[in-house]
């Protein structure tokens, strides 16, 4: 199998499938179908399959399995008289952005203490075209930002990173996100500081054996009690406590309606100009979902059914495909009539600017969460301006953010705690929206 | 089997992602079962996980809504 790829990433073979696939360099996520989708089988045992999946890339691939030689005889290792005794914090990510990243961490990272933490910024740069604006601004106040440049050759590229990472000598190196970025995924199967931690940038386990990466940091309000959150990790689950917000929440929406996004406001896109722009009719109620597709579970087809069987006067409008697919949106369409829907009460929204987005939150009946997989950056949007989101939490981290921010601000109306209970709450919102809204 | 089934938002219906899923879970199982990787087996007709590699890169190349 290493051959196999190997192989993969010689272009002058002419294997057929090498010239399928000739111009990427590495076929580790082909192989191995990116853990990145298994967020979206969140009715499924993730804790195994990304397991499996790590097991599975370091047989096929041993020289995944790294310890930095820094590291090989710890309980020997002396103190550096050159360093001080701050904590020495990595801090990796290959989504420094913008992006959902940097909005949930970045604030976080940035007023951790100096006094306490030495924070080193790892920029893994991956897809990343440009700077990041939010590591030019750390370097500006004094952080150190180091780059983990792209090469052509993906060994030479992963020995490169391993080397750079382990000469910062760090105490903690805490992964932002493991899943959306192959490159990180690879990296953190290595053993490059004392301690490894990874996060909820994507809520899923990273499945690595918990010897390299040790600690996955979630949030407890958004987690199931810990003896049952701990089985969906193979890392040791450490979670911040559920009585406050975890992370420094900077609104996207200034008080007088402008989108810190965009630097546009959305008051002049009311419901009539909404209406008239996307053609839905103005005067029935809109459920809005505006969760990416791939979010959208086949189970949830049936809530959709539900809301319009629930409510003859309403709408669901659902985000569009964002690449075209003709299959897709097929797929798409059968399922939502073999569900029961009435296609004639669909509509599809195609991706909008951000401000654009707040006016359709705002202007909405309901805002509905996604299910299986959830919002996040989302629902507090939609809280932002005001919108009532009902939502359905799963099992797992990635399905149950809304029910953690309802709990901050003690509303759970719109909390169904059963899969039919999603109903009521919509007829109970609709009943009281004078009273909810305030 | 549709490449669309890779992910659970584009399956045909519940169970359509559920069996992916445990397709998954299956060519993964007799994978970590060989001995050794090496690529005979990628060489066998209809070999299950050969198809998921196969379906995997058209998903990529084709492109996808992913």
């Known amino acids: ?438 | 089997m549709a490449s669309a089934a890779y992910v659970s938002g584009y399956s045909e219906s519940t169970e359509a992602a559920a069996a992916m899923f445990s397709e998954y879970h299956r060519g993964m199982d007799r994978l970590l079962s060989l001995p050794s990787l090496g690529m005979e087996q990628f060489n066998e007709d209809g070999d299950p996980f050969q198809v998921h590699i196969l379906h995997a890169a058209q998903l990529k190349f084709r492109p996808a809504s992913f």
């Open chain 1, 1 to 438: 199998m290493q051959t196999f790829f190997t192989n993969f990433i010689n272009p002058h073979l002419s294997f057929s499938l090498c010239r399928l696939c000739c111009s990427i360099l590495f076929f580790f996520q082909y192989c191995l179908f990116s853990t990145f989708s298994q967020e979206v089988y969140l009715n499924e045992d993730l804790r195994n399959s990304t397991s499996k999946f790590y097991q599975l890339a370091v047989k096929a691939w041993p020289h995944f399995n790294y310890v930095a030689p820094h590291l090989l005889n710890e309980k020997k290792k002396k103190p550096k008289p050159s360093r001080d005794t701050r904590i020495r914090l990595g801090v990796a990510s290959a989504l420094f952005g913008p992006s959902s990243v940097t909005a949930d961490f970045g604030e976080t990272m940035a007023r951790l203490s100096r006094k306490i933490f030495e924070v080193i910024y790892v920029d893994v740069r991956d897809s990343r075209p440009l700077d990041s604006p939010y590591l030019l601004k750390r370097a500006s106040k004094g952080d150190q930002v180091v780059e983990i440049k792209l090469a052509y050759d993906e060994k030479d590229w992963l020995d490169e990173a391993r080397k750079s990472i382990a000469a910062l000598d760090l105490d903690i190196l805490l992964y932002l996100d493991l899943t959306m970025s192959n490159k990180i995924q690879r990296l953190a199967m290595s053993r490059l500081a004392t301690v490894q931690a990874t996060s909820h940038g994507h809520p899923v386990t990273s499945g690595i054996d918990k010897s390299v990466m040790n600690f996955f940091v979630s949030w407890g309000a958004a987690e199931l009690p810990l003896e049952e959150a701990k089985t969906h990790y193979t890392e040791e689950l450490m979670m911040l406590p559920a009585d406050s917000l975890h992370q420094y929440y900077k609104p996207l929406i200034s008080k007088s309606g402008v989108s810190s996004v965009t630097g546009m406001p959305f008051a002049q896109f009311d419901r009539k100009v909404l209406a008239r722009d996307f053609k839905i009719p103005a005067e029935d109620n809109w459920y809005l979902c505006m969760q990416k597709p791939f979010k959208r579970h086949p189970l949830f087809d049936d809530l959709i059914a539900g809301v319009l069987a629930n409510d003859s006067k309403g709408l669901v409008l659902l985000h569009d495909l964002y690449i075209e697919s003709e299959e897709h949106r097929e797929i798409i369409h059968d399922r939502l009539v073999r569900a029961g829907v009435d296609m004639n009460r669909v509509h599809f929204i195609p991706t909008l600017p951000h401000h654009v987005l707040m006016a359709f939150y705002k202007e909405s009946d309901v805002v509905l969460d996604s299910y299986l997989a959830g919002g996040c950056t989302t629902t507090r949007e939609a809280i932002e301006v005001g919108a009532a989101v009902v939502t359905l939490p799963a099992n797992y981290l990635g399905g149950r953010w809304s029910l953690a921010y309802f709990m901050q601000i003690g509303v759970l109306d719109t909390v169904s705690i059963m899969y039919w209970g999603f109903f009521s709450c919509f007829l109970h919102l609709l009943d009281n929206s004078d009273n909810f809204m305030k």
